[in-house]
């Protein structure tokens, strides 16, 4: 297990073939969403655990309690945070260098500061403020800067492109007081990537996998008439090079690899971040004997109380396997919550919670107007 990393994380050459009527029709988009829950929305998998978290916002006093989850982060980290806020919580070494620049910032400034800070390409933009991989852009050289920068309308991030080619996400916990945390699911994540065969156009080659059926749409406003061009045979073609299921990767179950050193290692860095107890870690790394020890890793991402389980997305998974994890890490949350809380940190009125979700709602409709133009703008 020594060199053991997430699966093989692209997809296996396909073999040129043709699929018959039943094929063609279970390819449909609406059947592959209706038979795989995980492709389901956020708001359908969560409707019959909601009045879970409802009980726990009635035991906390009618407050909602996830706001004293990780004191130093806003709302705790369920809603509305700044990514780049994050960051600076987290030991410098351990996280990519990253930019900070309002909406509306001219390329040419940002190419400026590229240069006055020493980053070289690749480098990733996406918003200060994120949900579910949207409006993120891998930027090669500066005609991408004055490409695409345009597009961000939101306060947005310029940071170093992490090479490692692995990338999981970790669950961590740890009470207030206690001396040690503890990883509740590691989710491996497989990146949108197609093998050529020689004789297939891109977009033939994407709508053999049911997965990437759902992704056509997008990577047709991405590619344009690239989508028609034939892939060499043997050739691998990264569509999308980040680990997010909203843009078509694979989430694995790799909770089965939980050990005391991997524990220990994360449990250190975690502890390096103040007040923070409760959350998933999305990091980059090389060979899984160097996660373990520590070595050659970079956190793309440390997310708060909103955070979910990703584990629970892995196509071997049934909803009621999702369901018992979601109310799992919940109580996680609640517990958590009330220990900080007795020690001084508040809850959330039911009012400003509902203000918070109005002011997400509003924030999001923006963001999916920047990830559209980004969208556009590579044609």
């Not at 290692?265 to 007040?275: G, R, W």
Request: charged share 20%.
């Amino acid at each position: 297990m020594s060199n053991l990393t997430p699966a093989a994380l692209s997809l296996a050459p396909h073999k040129h073939f043709n699929m018959n009527w039943w094929q063609r029709f279970l390819h449909r988009p609406f059947f592959i969403k209706l038979l795989h829950w995980e492709y389901w929305s956020m708001n359908t998998v969560y409707a019959l655990v909601y009045p879970v978290f409802a009980w726990l916002c009635f035991r906390s006093g009618f407050k909602f309690f996830i706001t004293a989850s990780n004191p130093r982060i806003k709302n705790g980290g369920f809603l509305l945070e700044s990514k780049k806020e994050i960051y600076d919580l987290l030991p410098p070494l351990l996280h990519p260098k990253t930019l900070l620049f309002s909406g509306g910032t001219p390329a040419t400034q940002v190419i400026q500061s590229i240069k006055e800070n020493k980053l070289s390409f690749p480098l990733m933009a996406k918003p200060d403020i994120g949900m579910r991989g949207l409006a993120a852009k891998k930027l090669e050289n500066e005609s991408d800067v004055l490409k695409f920068i345009p597009c961000f309308t939101i306060n947005f991030l310029v940071q170093e492109f992490v090479s490692f080619e692995n990338e999981l996400g970790i669950f961590y916990y740890r009470y207030p007081g206690e001396s040690k945390g503890h990883i509740s699911g590691i989710v491996a994540k497989e990146f949108l990537a197609v093998y050529g065969d020689g004789q297939s156009t891109l977009l033939q080659l994407l709508q053999r996998d049911k997965r990437f059926v759902l992704q056509i749409p997008s990577l047709q406003k991405e590619y344009g008439a690239g989508m028609n061009e034939v892939i060499k045979a043997g050739e691998k073609m990264l569509l999308v090079p980040y680990g997010n299921h909203a843009r078509g990767a694979k989430f694995l179950d790799y909770s089965h690899l939980i050990d005391a050193e991997l524990t220990q290692t994360i449990d250190d860095i975690c502890q390096q971040v103040p007040d923070f107890f409760y959350g998933r870690i999305d990091l980059r790394y090389n060979t899984w004997e160097e996660l373990r020890q520590g070595r050659n890793i970079s956190i793309i991402e440390l997310n708060g109380a909103g955070s979910e389980p990703t584990h629970i997305y892995d196509p071997k998974h049934s909803l009621f396997f999702a369901w018992k994890e979601i109310i799992r890490h919940w109580i996680l949350l609640y517990r958590i919550s009330k220990i900080n809380h007795r020690k001084g940190h508040p809850y959330m009125s039911v009012a400003d919670g509902f203000a918070m979700f109005r002011e997400n709602n509003l924030y999001l409709e923006i963001l999916l107007q920047v990830h559209d133009r980004l969208l556009h703008a590579e044609q």
